[in-house]
């Protein structure tokens, strides 16, 4: 690039007749080496979390054996560890596993010593997970592209949108734990629902056909969708933005000129150009959506469900059920039960898919959007 | 054909069609106030957000107010009168155990064993229990007082049970039940004039006290055993002094008025000023903000004295100095770091970081740092180094652009000059981003701030105020933070009780701390920028 052809000037090789060094260029080469020192601290700061992380999870995801993965810690629920010697053996079993053999055994008196959720494994939290992210991002990136192309292709500047700018802004830097607080309010205690009859101890409103009632959502996936999508509304609304400012005015005036109204302008010529750099930009959104654990501590998030989200009576009762969550399984298992090496597994093992799944969503997201610059130049 | 009719058809010719209007709107009008409206959501959501912490948390200041007046009506502000000196005089016999330990240790060192050490503290036993005894009538009253202000308060806490549930039949429509309820009227007059009564004995039992404080202390001086001990001449005028200010509880025991009300304003100043926040307890409940904010301020100075430094350096190096190769793989990298989430960060911090530190602080060579050893893992430098991993990737994309967004004629009418590199870098560059760099730090610091889940993981969850006599040790004491306290203790408060009220509060202090930051990181940005181009 051409901007850095002074400032990355390569030091010539030494000869005879090279200037000697100066204060200035000691000192200079001292804080540079200063600089150099700090960056790659930082970068050691981080390989050493990724990689303990990483190391000590594998234990628990690959195994020596084929298929080389512990597919049971994937796609089984969580159970309570029981921990005991019996007849000369050492036995560390799971819940079911360890009723069939205190049956088997006709029900011998054991010392034993059990740990919570620390057998088994997480598939209900990766589905939880799933489920969350995919139905806020749903709502964030619909009201979020809406937003952004009233205020880049709409908006003719004034008042009303330094006001929007404003609250985007400010939105981006409420902490999460807020947007969590703000949910149980709004969604979990007050949002309404329809019914066939009133409910007297709360607001509602009579609609003719039946009743609103404002008796909240509950601890729900609806509150958690709602909750997470206006907290990562700002970085939908500003990757958004930027996708739409990357095309040129060129796109617009022509399809304008020829006599297309704005909207066609935008459906035929802004959005179709623009859409795969919003949705690679909001990655990023994902990544931040699957990884708050605050916000749906008190609005979607179970600590344990036996049920999987498919498994309701009602199919409207998908959306009114709480779920488990990978992050919010990490806070649970790394601190409501003792660190040993018994806890470990699953503590580590849960950390390393989350992880993993949450920095393959990152890293996708920077491929992507390396390959899309690639692609449209104008 | 008129004019006007002949533009019309003109016009409608070059639009290609007649368009379609509903309430006056063409379809076109119909998608931008479409777009419009979704552009108005964050407005609405900031405002939803105030006015639904300020739903939830409204009713506190109120409540607090009762739960104020509660406590003097009922006596227990009386009896904390006296609490106070008893439990000064606790801190006092404490004191003096650390001298005897201290004495203990002096004798062992010069040879003796422990026994012999112990025949040689004899004198210094028998002050430290006659010492220990002048206040034991004073202790009694306090105690028995304790008990009688306790079941005072359950009544009045009983009572207004019964009206919540009066309240609740009749919003359900069950008239009769709620006249059957019936909940005691307590006569707070009475019971105050009984404790006041019982109270007088209070005077002899502090003058005894008093009198026998002195005894002993004049005996100590005069004694051959206490000469020489430094420890035990500041415990004797820490007593003397105590001694000479035990009267003064009288005088505010006699001015207390249990029927002074208690203003709306020294709810809000107990919330914001309050020195402690205890819930649950069976004596008195306080919901002070202090303990939590210089928690969240001690957590978060940690963190920014670590990453500010690191993250300006790497913006700096990635910006200016790094060769092309290096920058294509440090920026995504540190943009990696900022996708971890908190709550692996916190889990790293409870397995792994809070026992390395700990570990490395009970190393022998380095116990000259202040604070080393510690004894808590999870504290606040745990939390805060975590808290500067979570905030370096955002300091350091925002400083980073800053840098990269300086002209670059600055730089070349620099180096013109014969300016080295270093040098433009910090004559030219830094102060030209300055307001930028300035922006990136608040913006971390917001960040960090309003973290929760590392803190919640790795700062020891002790709600104290950090103790700063002990000098650099502060930093290694576990705290409490206000986005953790909302975290932990919002599951378990029943809904619309006076805890539950005061988490909303301290909900709506984060949101405007949080507005303030942002509001000011973007006065710096546009006020001090100097003029580019």
């Known amino acids: 690039m051409a901007t850095q052809d002074v400032s990355n000037m390569e030091v010539p090789p030494p000869h005879p007749f090279m200037r000697p060094a100066t204060a200035a260029m000691r000192s200079e080469r001292r804080a540079f080496n200063v600089f150099r020192m700090a960056t790659y601290s930082v970068l050691l700061a981080a390989t050493a979390i990724f990689g303990v992380i990483f190391v000590k999870g594998a234990d628990t995801i690959f195994t020596r054996e084929f298929p080389f993965v512990n597919i049971a810690f994937l796609i089984e629920s969580p159970?309570?560890?029981?921990?005991?010697?019996?007849?000369?053996?050492?036995?560390?079993?799971?819940?079911?596993?360890?009723?069939?053999?205190?049956?088997?055994?006709?029900?011998?008196?054991?010392?034993?010593?059990?740990?919570?959720?620390?057998?088994?494994?997480?598939?209900?939290?990766?589905?939880?997970?799933?489920?969350?992210?995919?139905?806020?991002?749903?709502?964030?990136?619909?009201?979020?592209?809406?937003?952004?192309?009233?205020?880049?292709?709409?908006?003719?500047?004034?008042?009303?949108?330094?006001?929007?700018?404003?609250?985007?802004?400010?939105?981006?830097?409420?902490?999460?734990?807020?947007?969590?607080?703000?949910?149980?309010?709004?969604?979990?205690?007050?949002?309404?629902?329809?019914?066939?009859?009133?409910?007297?101890?709360?607001?509602y409103i009579p609609l003719g056909f039946g009743y609103l009632n404002f008796t909240g959502w509950g601890v729900s996936l609806i509150s958690g969708w709602f909750t997470l999508a206006f907290m990562v509304l700002p970085v939908v609304i500003t990757a958004s933005e930027e996708s739409l400012k990357a095309v040129p005015k060129g796109f617009r005036e022509g399809s304008l000129a020829l006599g297309a109204t704005q909207w066609e302008a935008i459906r035929t010529n802004v959005l179709p150009y623009a859409l795969p750099g919003i949705l690679t930009s909001s990655i990023l959104g994902i990544a931040r959506v699957a990884g708050e654990t605050a916000p749906i501590m008190f609005t979607a998030a179970y600590v344990v469900r036996d049920r999987l989200p498919w498994q309701v009576d009602h199919v409207l009762d998908v959306l009114f059920q709480g779920v488990m969550a990978l992050p919010y399984h990490i806070y649970v298992v790394s601190s409501k039960i003792p660190q040993n090496a018994y806890t470990e597994r699953v503590q580590f093992g849960t950390a390393f898919v989350f992880l993993g799944l949450v920095l393959g969503i990152a890293l996708s997201s920077v491929i992507l959007r390396n390959r899309l610059r690639a692609r449209y130049r104008w | 054909m008129s004019i006007n009719e002949q533009n019309a058809a003109l016009s409608a010719a070059l639009k290609g069609r007649a368009r379609a209007k509903v309430l006056g709107l063409t379809f076109d009008d119909v998608m931008r106030y479409f777009f419009g409206g979704n552009a108005t959501v964050a407005v609405i959501v900031l405002v939803l957000i105030l006015v639904f912490l300020g739903k939830e948390g409204a009713g506190f200041f109120g409540q607090n107010q009762v739960n104020l007046s509660v406590y003097r009506k009922a006596g227990l502000e009386y009896v904390d009168l006296m609490r106070m000196p008893m439990e000064e005089f606790t801190g006092l016999t404490r004191g003096l155990n650390d001298v005897r330990l201290n004495r203990f240790k002096v004798l062992l060192a010069s040879g003796k064993d422990a026994e012999q050490a112990n025949a040689a503290l004899e004198e210094f036993d028998a002050f430290a229990d006659q010492l220990g005894a002048v206040a034991g009538d004073a202790r009694g009253l306090m105690s028995d007082l304790t008990e009688v202000v306790s079941a005072v308060k359950t009544r009045v806490q009983i009572a207004a049970d019964k009206d919540l549930e009066r309240d609740m039949l009749r919003h359900a429509g069950r008239e009769a039940e709620a006249k059957a309820l019936k909940s005691e009227e307590v006569d707070f007059q009475k019971e105050i004039a009984a404790i006041k009564s019982a109270a007088g004995a209070w005077k002899p039992a502090s003058e005894a006290m008093g009198a026998g404080l002195r005894a002993a202390t004049a005996a100590a001086r005069s004694a051959a055993w206490a000469k020489g001990d430094k420890l035990l001449?500041?415990?004797?005028?820490?007593?003397?002094?105590?001694?000479?200010?035990?009267?003064?509880?009288?005088?505010?025991?006699?001015?207390?008025?249990?029927?002074?009300?208690?203003?709306?304003?020294?709810?809000?100043?107990?919330?914001?000023?309050?020195?402690?926040?205890?819930?649950?307890?069976?004596?008195?409940?306080?919901?002070?903000?202090?303990?939590?904010?210089?928690?969240?301020?001690?957590?978060?100075?940690?963190?920014?004295?670590?990453?500010?430094?690191?993250?300006?350096?790497?913006?700096?190096?990635?910006?200016?100095?790094?060769?092309?190769?290096?920058?294509?793989?440090?920026?995504?990298?540190?943009?990696?770091?900022?996708?971890?989430?908190?709550?692996?960060?916190?889990?790293?911090?409870?397995?792994?970081?809070?026992?390395?530190?700990?570990?490395?602080?009970?190393?022998?060579?380095?116990?000259?740092?202040?604070?080393?050893?510690?004894?808590?893992?999870?504290?606040?430098?745990?939390?805060?180094?975590?808290?500067?991993?979570?905030?370096?990737?955002?300091?350091?994309?925002?400083?980073?652009?800053?840098?990269?967004?300086?002209?670059?004629?600055?730089?070349?009418?620099?180096?013109?000059?014969?300016?080295?590199?270093?040098?433009?870098?910090?004559?030219?560059?830094?102060?030209?981003?300055?307001?930028?760099?300035?922006?990136?730090?608040?913006?971390?610091?917001?960040?960090?701030?309003?973290?929760?889940?590392?803190?919640?993981?790795?700062?020891?969850?002790?709600?104290?105020?950090?103790?700063?006599?002990?000098?650099?040790?502060?930093?290694?004491?576990?705290?409490?933070?206000?986005?953790g306290i909302i975290a932990q203790e919002m599951g378990e408060v029943a809904q619309g009780s006076i805890h539950y009220r005061a988490l909303f509060m301290v909900g709506i202090i984060l949101f405007f701390a949080s507005l303030i930051i942002n509001y000011i990181a973007q006065k710096v940005v546009r006020k001090y920028r100097i003029s580019i181009g």
């Open chain 2, 233 to 483: 001449e500041k415990l004797l005028l820490k007593a003397e002094k105590f001694a000479v200010d035990l009267p003064e509880v009288e005088v505010r025991m006699a001015a207390w008025r249990w029927d002074e009300p208690v203003p709306y304003s020294r709810s809000v100043a107990a919330f914001l000023y309050g020195r402690e926040w205890i819930t649950a307890s069976f004596w008195q409940d306080w919901y002070g903000m202090l303990p939590l904010l210089s928690g969240s301020l001690l957590v978060a100075i940690i963190a920014m004295v670590v990453a500010v430094p690191l993250a300006i350096s790497c913006a700096i190096y990635v910006s200016e100095i790094a060769t092309p190769g290096e920058k294509a793989v440090i920026k995504p990298y540190i943009e990696f770091v900022s996708a971890i989430p908190s709550v692996v960060l916190g889990f790293f911090g409870i397995a792994v970081l809070g026992t390395v530190i700990r570990s490395l602080s009970q190393v022998e060579f380095l116990h000259w740092i202040p604070g080393f050893p510690m004894s808590e893992r999870l504290n606040a430098l745990t939390a805060g180094l975590l808290l500067a991993v979570t905030s370096i990737p955002t300091i350091f994309s925002l400083a980073e652009d800053a840098l990269a967004n300086v002209p670059r004629h600055f730089k070349e009418a620099s180096y013109a000059l014969g300016a080295t590199r270093f040098q433009t870098l910090v004559r030219v560059l830094i102060p030209a981003s300055l307001s930028g760099i300035i922006s990136a730090i608040l913006l971390g610091f917001g960040r960090v701030i309003g973290e929760t889940m590392v803190v919640l993981l790795c700062a020891g969850n002790r709600i104290a105020i950090p103790d700063f006599t002990q000098g650099v040790s502060a930093f290694f004491q576990p705290v409490h933070t206000m986005t």
């Open chain 1, 79 to 203: 159970e309570t560890l029981h921990v005991f010697d019996h007849e000369g053996q050492h036995h560390e079993i799971g819940d079911r596993e360890f009723r069939k053999y205190m049956e088997a055994h006709a029900n011998p008196t054991i010392a034993e010593e059990t740990y919570v959720y620390s057998a088994g494994g997480i598939f209900p939290c990766i589905v939880g997970t799933f489920f969350l992210v995919v139905g806020s991002m749903a709502i964030a990136l619909f009201v979020g592209i809406s937003a952004a192309v009233f205020l880049n292709e709409y908006s003719r500047g004034g008042r009303m949108v330094e006001l929007l700018q404003l609250a985007i802004l400010n939105l981006a830097g409420v902490p999460s734990i807020v947007f969590g607080l703000f949910g149980f309010g709004l969604f979990v205690l007050f949002a309404p629902i329809f019914a066939s009859a009133p409910d007297p101890s709360h607001l």
